[in-house]
Nanobody, 119 residues
Framework: QVQLVESGGGLVQPGGSLRLSCVASGIIFSAQHMHWYRQAPGKERELVAT???????NYADSVKGRFTISRDNAVKTVTLQMNNLKPEDTAVYYC?????????????WGQGTQVTVSS
């Protein structure tokens, strides 16, 4: 079955850095675009970054220049490097994959990892 497992969250001071990882199983990882989302308390889940199968990347305006998404197909891992973190980056971060199966698209999410930016 499809499984996404995130890790790397924690408590960090403003201006600090964290590196999130998401390890996938049960999918042909190299054939999938991968996404990082986040959800802050009381807010809707929002797309943070995407990396395509070809390595092209896209970012939310709020994280451009601070976050970097990358992938390693050999170990089925997508990574989100977060630098210069701000209190407003505090959220649960999720990775997501969208798969076409039996003629329909289905979304699969990890369990999430908490990122807290606070002094």
């Amino acid at each position: 079955q499809v499984q996404l497992v995130e890790s790397g969250g924690g408590l960090v001071q403003p201006g600090g850095s964290l590196r999130l990882s998401c390890v996938a199983s049960g999918i042909i990882f190299s054939a999938q675009h991968m996404h990082w989302y986040r959800q802050a308390p009381g807010k809707e889940r929002e797309l943070v970054a995407t990396i395509t199968t070809g390595g092209a990347t896209n970012y939310a305006d709020s994280v451009k220049g601070r976050f970097t998404i990358s992938r390693d197909n050999a170990v089925k891992t997508v990574t989100l490097q977060m630098n210069n973190l701000k209190p407003e980056d505090t959220a649960v971060y999720y990775c997501k994959v969208r798969l076409l199966r039996l003629g329909a698209y289905n979304e699969y999410w990890g369990q999430g990892t908490q990122v807290t930016v606070s002094s």
